[in-house]
């Protein structure tokens, strides 16, 4: 079987995973050119949104790059793209909300998110060095397949495809709690809204596409285990 399997699998999620990032900044760019009614900027409703949660403590901030946005827990930062940092448009909104969202999340304590920032360094460790202990307990780098080498880099490449699972409630969870606040505050209308909502719809998507990946991955290895167990 050898990794002719992993190469058809990581295939078809590469080619699942570009026809959803493909739509997502489709989606972005076509509500980037739809004005916000109240003519505010994605800084200013950050800072709205995360004050009205009783957030002072977290700066907004503009950041390079082209749907770069993210929060840092580290240093307390939501660091938005410039064009959406100074954009006044639905996914300017839209994207300033959820990444606020993650803020509130860290401030309210949000299990998912706490667990997720606890493996990260795990995180960080397995996904340098899983594919290559898998790759010498299948034989591939030394010559001789061997089941407990193969079995440490799958245990190791479980705790990325973990993290890759837990993002998905964290995610779609910041983008919830963006969208009950943009409605709720009447920062949208219905129009917006609805807008808005799609546009956090296909950004999730990508972490799907992400997270069936990895699990499909693991389930492979496992396969592989299994066999090469068989045969010693």
Not at 21 to 26: A, D, F, V
Not at 74 to 81: A, H, I, K, Q, W
Not at 189 to 217: C, F, G, M, N, P
Request: proline share 2%; charged share 15%; glycine share 6%.
């Amino acid at each position: 079987m050898g990794l002719a399997g992993y190469y058809i699998i990581a295939g078809i999620m590469f080619i699942i995973g570009l026809i959803v990032s493909n739509r997502l900044k489709s989606k972005f760019a076509e509500y980037s050119q739809v004005g916000l009614r109240n003519g505010l900027s994605g800084k200013e409703i950050a800072e709205k949104m995360l004050h009205d949660n009783g957030i002072y403590n977290v700066s907004v901030i503009s950041t390079p790059g082209h749907l770069s946005d993210h929060y840092n827990p580290g240093d307390r930062t939501v660091n938005l793209s410039e064009d959406v940092y100074y954009g006044r448009s639905v996914s300017a909104a839209a994207v300033a909300a959820h990444e606020c969202g993650h803020a509130v999340q860290h401030a309210t304590a949000y299990s998912m998110l706490k667990f997720r920032s606890a493996i990260v360094p795990l995180v960080n460790i397995s996904s340098q060095l899983s594919q290559w202990i898998i790759l010498a307990g299948l034989g591939f780098m030394f010559g001789a397949a061997n089941p407990t080498v193969l079995l440490v880099g799958i245990a190791l490449f479980a705790v990325t495809t973990v993290f890759t699972v837990i993002t998905l409630p964290v995610e779609y969870d910041a983008s919830n709690r963006a969208l009950r606040w943009l409605e709720n505050n009447n920062m949208t209308t219905a129009a917006e809204h609805d807008q808005a909502a799609d546009a956090l719809k296909w950004a999730a998507r990508t972490y799907v596409v992400a997270a069936i990946s990895s699990v499909a991955t693991l389930l492979y290895y496992i396969l592989l285990f299994v066999n090469s167990r068989d045969r010693h």
